[in-house]
């Protein structure tokens, strides 16, 4: 419906995913913004690439901040070319933060040599492009101002000797299993569905922490954290450990050879097709295209991490918050049934 009424001209902001924009074909579109970094050069190309193909003057703003480089490493770290995923991640940065001509660079990254454009922001005068934006950047820091006054009224809470005993007895009843975000699920009570479906509402503990606000639970872990005295652990994604916790692991029986032949074999396949099909019903009931849904190389890529929560779901590339929001829910109940 938001494709349709983009391309009807009935809306005229649309608000996407990398790989949902990638499939417009506006050639109208004046503004292109990127709210993150993409992983590399290429992908910030080709996605900015959308504006103005029909050749008249439009924008494209990126929006960087160094927190954006921890994100896309950590997802980077997950694919096989690790290594060539940093590099092209390290172009990007130095794209972001030169003090060269925006096109001259990108340009040059792909062996073009162009004279300056003068028409971005480091071949316009400084001033010139602040006094632009000046009311817009006032407000902004007004709203950051007090969105961070807010959080740290709701951070500035004294825990009770009881209050972090708890906190650790709910650390040392599932260590090195969640992150942050869901412990602070745990100790406040949460009723999500993924609490629920992983019996953690069971725990000792949980909800003890009501009154308490999240900001001030995530302030305590991460000073924990650096502390040392909570470890991050976990090879797919951050999970929380305290550091004095020793887990034992008892060696499995040793499965025969056919048994584990089956068992890589059967997500390669079976998997990838049940939610091929759970993505072609979706398609049809909402009378999308299924690329819309799920695309195929999305489909893989969640079959292969096999994430195990909304959180770890949203850090598959193509995967949203919007689409989590929608499909989270039945595909991690698929995914919870070749565990």
């Not at 910030?44 to 924008?59: C, F, H, L, M, V």
């Not at 290594?83 to 060269?100: D, F, P, V």
Request: hydrophobic letters at 35%.
């Amino acid at each position: 419906r938001a494709q349709d009424g983009y391309n009807n001209g009935k809306t005229n902001i649309l608000v996407a995913t990398n790989a949902f924009g990638m499939g417009l074909d506006q050639p109208d579109v004046r503004l292109v913004i990127h709210y993150q970094i993409p992983a590399s050069l290429e992908s910030y190309y080709q996605e900015a690439g959308r504006a103005g193909r029909d050749g008249k003057p439009s924008d494209c703003i990126l929006f960087y901040h160094p927190s954006d480089l921890v994100t896309q490493g950590f997802i980077i770290g997950k694919e096989n070319n690790r290594k060539g995923g940093e590099t092209l991640l390290s172009h990007l940065k130095e794209y972001s933060i030169a003090n060269k001509c925006r096109q001259q660079a990108l340009c040059s990254y792909f062996g073009e040599e162009i004279l300056p454009c003068k028409i971005c922001d480091i071949c316009l005068e400084k001033e010139s492009v602040e006094s632009n934006f000046a009311d817009e950047r006032n407000q902004f820091l007004e709203r950051e101002k007090t969105k961070r006054l807010k959080q740290e009224v709701k951070e500035r809470y004294s825990f009770s000797k009881e209050e972090l005993e708890t906190i650790e007895k709910v650390l040392e009843q599932i260590p090195g299993k969640f992150g942050k975000r869901m412990i602070v699920g745990i100790l406040r009570g949460s009723r999500s569905n993924e609490i629920l479906r992983k019996k953690l509402d069971r725990l000792i503990g949980y909800g003890s922490l009501r009154s308490v606000a999240e900001e001030a639970i995530l302030k305590i872990l991460d000073e924990w954290i650096s502390e040392k005295k909570v470890k991050i652990v976990g090879d797919k994604y951050p999970k929380l450990i305290l550091s004095s916790t020793v887990i034992l692991k008892v060696p499995r029986k040793k499965k025969s050879l056919d048994v584990e032949s089956e068992k890589k074999v059967i997500p390669a396949k079976n998997l990838i097709q049940e939610l091929k099909n759970f993505r072609d019903r979706e398609a049809r009931r909402r009378k999308w295209k299924k690329f819309m849904v799920l695309q195929n190389p999305v489909i893989v890529q969640i079959a292969k991490v096999m994430p195990e929560t909304p959180e770890e779901l949203s850090c598959v590339k193509g995967m949203g918050v919007a689409k989590v929001e929608k499909f989270g829910n039945d595909i991690l109940r698929i995914l919870e049934k070749w565990k």
